[in-house]
């Protein structure tokens, strides 16, 4: 089975049991969880997704902090996973360890840079599993396999022992099969009992449902209306006044150009081998002019402005997390670049912003999924769980 | 001893026997080579330095002409060489296949491209070894090593099954220990008698000795004056007017851009994995302007003309082949491109002009060789042997 969905990266597949109960039972006791090759594991070499990257890095001594706090918690963690390289990718395929599967839709990518995680937890190997997101990279493979998913608030949990990539915009995210285990977890790595109180006022962006597929948006609408069954207002709403778009372009020049400055002297020294279009994404990054990236900044303010004006406490606003399902694998790459970029301007305002996420499995095109997505003010992450919970008990 | 060196590719150790002698013995006959894995073998995969260019690329069913050619004299062939990935290199380093050992200076890189094909003959594995010369990739490794090396004229020999990089600057070369093998596969592949008549006039080119470092200048110098004995009439001459540096930029700015040209395809379809550098020049030469390719074309013209003037028939130019000996092995990227346009300021007009070149082993630097070049009009290949040949018999 394991093999089939090729989730793990090579020697990645072992067990490190969860902190035995106390006196009182642990709250995730019995549950299993795998990590994305980001994380370090005491022991275990941190891969990266990259082989040079694992060449290069000495293999750590200590637990990072998000597999300790879920082992403390009594979960055990059953392995490390495959990652687009150096967590730049967001369509799951990496030419060194493969393709992990999307078993939810099996001709189709998983989605990334989280791809060995998500198509982990899909398959029902572990019950929830570490990923990292900065520009999409949990929320994407989320939605594209059919999972719970979320980007938390930037800078509310400690990513001590994960892999940076842009750590203006880099988040530790998780993923769940179901709206319990997902609370479970969240409620550990939040740091905080999540109740059942939920967000009274909806904001649908209307934009952003305009951006993605036709197909898409019909596939979510019944998600919508659930939705708005739970609130007390719902409104229509511009979220981007700027454009998507801008935005897109805004993160897709801060991204790159900060990611280079975290690789380049690994890169400049070693001369690793990486994927072309990895390679391509880095030497873009290196070439962002000093006026683009100021002005990038610039938009970053605003995009933050916006969304802090949307969402006042208690208002969640709605979109869908990518405007189609995983596109097939093995694309040419100009298609691929066509799609990340579509992609991005529905995930750019997650690193631009900082605001938690969660994308909720949302419905099915051509029998594939694609996710619902909630968002909320800063710290507001519980409340969104609470309402995913709430969904999932509207719908059955 | 073939492990120590590391010439090969994987499994690129067999032994193809020549053709069998006939009435009169095959001018070859008892000689072994080497060929670049940019040279097709029947029954062997072309892998170009990469595994995935291999995987992509059907095994070919028939010899490349010059493979052929060789074994038709009666050459046996030992095996395929290590390159940088597809020709894109010039030092010799490859991190898919490790960098074959200059044993003339073991801790120094052999050179390249045509890296494993001069560290095979430098260590005595074969009498001879085909390359292939873009941008100074038979020249360099010949100079670095301490080997005889030839650029033969540019459009002179058949191609066909030769890897292409930038056509309009792709040579076939091949290197020897001695001039009198040097001499005999010269006169197999370039298809003429190379009788003793040699040239009768010498310019030496001051710029391109006041280009490179003071001690190459020395340690190549008896050897000029050795070269000066043997003609009638010596004259120094500034070789490019222009500036060799703008020589080499032109050459910078069309090679980059032909080689995006051969590979955009396979890379845009595939996604392959390569070093970061190779994947960094691609990427530049995917961005030329197209008026910077236009006034390059028109830099190709001048230096042409330039050297054409310079070199009518029965005179030779004397240059270094590189500005230095072989620099160290696993310098930082920063440090290696600095190194390469030094060299390419060398070599520019070898893919700009196409006139043949032979690269003659030259003095030592801090005991690692380096190589004197003479260079002449076209199609007057045979003209430099002939006088290699009669340097070593002065020299002795």
Same mark, same amino acid.
């Not at 594991?41 to 990259?50: C, H, I």
């Not at 975290?262 to 990895?278: G, K, Q």
């Given at each position: 089975m394991a093999d089939i969905i090729n989730a793990f990266v090579d020697g990645g597949e072992f067990r490190i049991e969860g902190a035995a109960q106390g006196s009182l039972a642990n709250p995730l006791t019995g549950r299993s969880f795998v990590a994305k090759d980001l994380f370090d594991?005491?022991?275990?070499?941190?891969?990266?997704?990259?082989p040079d990257w694992q060449r290069d890095n000495p293999t750590p001594t200590a637990h990072a902090w998000a597999v300790q706090t879920l082992l403390d918690a009594g979960a055990s963690l059953i392995g490390k996973t495959i990652t687009d390289e150096v967590s730049l990718?967001?369509?799951?395929?990496?030419?060194?360890?493969?393709?992990?599967?999307?078993?939810?839709?099996?001709?189709r990518v998983p989605g990334g840079s989280s791809s060995g995680t998500a198509a982990a937890v899909a398959a029902?190997?572990?019950?929830? =599993?570490?990923?990292?997101? /900065? &520009?999409?990279?949990?929320?994407? $493979?989320? %939605?594209?396999?059919?999972?719970?998913?979320? *980007?938390?608030?930037? =800078?509310?949990?400690?990513? /001590? &022992?994960?892999?940076?990539?842009? $750590?203006? %915009?880099?988040?530790?995210?998780?993923?769940? *099969?179901d709206a319990a285990?997902?609370?479970?977890?969240?409620?550990?790595?939040?740091?905080?009992?999540?109740?059942?109180?939920?967000?009274?006022?909806?904001?649908?962006?209307?934009?952003?449902?305009?951006?993605?597929?036709?197909?898409t948006t019909r596939a979510l609408s019944p998600l919508v209306e659930a939705l708005a069954g739970l609130v007390d207002d719902v409104t229509e709403e511009v979220m981007a006044p700027q454009g998507l778009s801008v935005w897109g372009r805004a993160q897709r020049t801060l991204q790159p150009a900060?990611?280079?400055?975290?690789?380049?002297?690994?890169?400049?020294?070693?001369?690793?081998?990486?994927?072309?279009?990895?390679a391509r994404g880095l030497v873009m990054g290196s070439q962002v002019p000093e006026a683009d990236w100021h002005w990038a900044n610039m938009m970053r303010r605003e995009v933050r402005a916006r969304l802090e004006y949307l969402l006042p406490p208690g208002t969640v606003l709605a979109m869908p997390t990518t405007p189609f399902p995983a596109p097939k694998k093995g694309l040419p790459l100009a298609e691929q670049n066509r799609l990340r970029d579509l992609i991005l301007c529905l995930c750019a305002h997650g690193g631009l912003a900082g605001l938690p996420q969660v994308s909720i499995p949302g419905g099915l095109?051509?029998?594939?999924?694609?996710?619902?997505?909630i968002l909320a003010g800063r710290m507001e992450d519980a409340r969104l769980i609470s309402l995913a919970c709430a969904l999932e008990n509207a719908r059955t």
């Open positions: 594991v005491a022991g275990y070499p941190t891969g990266g997704g990259n990718g967001i369509l799951g395929e990496n030419p060194f360890y493969g393709t992990p599967l999307n078993s939810a839709a099996p001709d029902g190997l572990c019950d929830t =599993g570490l990923g990292s997101d /900065t &520009g999409g990279s949990v929320r994407v $493979p989320a %939605s594209f396999c059919g999972l719970y998913g979320i *980007r938390p608030t930037h =800078g509310r949990l400690d990513l /001590t &022992g994960m892999l940076p990539q842009a $750590p203006s %915009s880099d988040t530790t995210g998780w993923f769940a *099969r285990t997902f609370r479970d977890v969240s409620s550990v790595l939040l740091g905080e009992t999540i109740d059942t109180s939920t967000p009274t006022r909806l904001v649908i962006a209307v934009d952003a449902f305009g951006f993605c597929e036709p197909e900060e990611a280079w400055a975290t690789f380049s002297d690994w890169v400049e020294r070693t001369n690793p081998r990486l994927a072309f279009n990895v095109v051509d029998g594939a999924p694609v996710g619902l997505s």
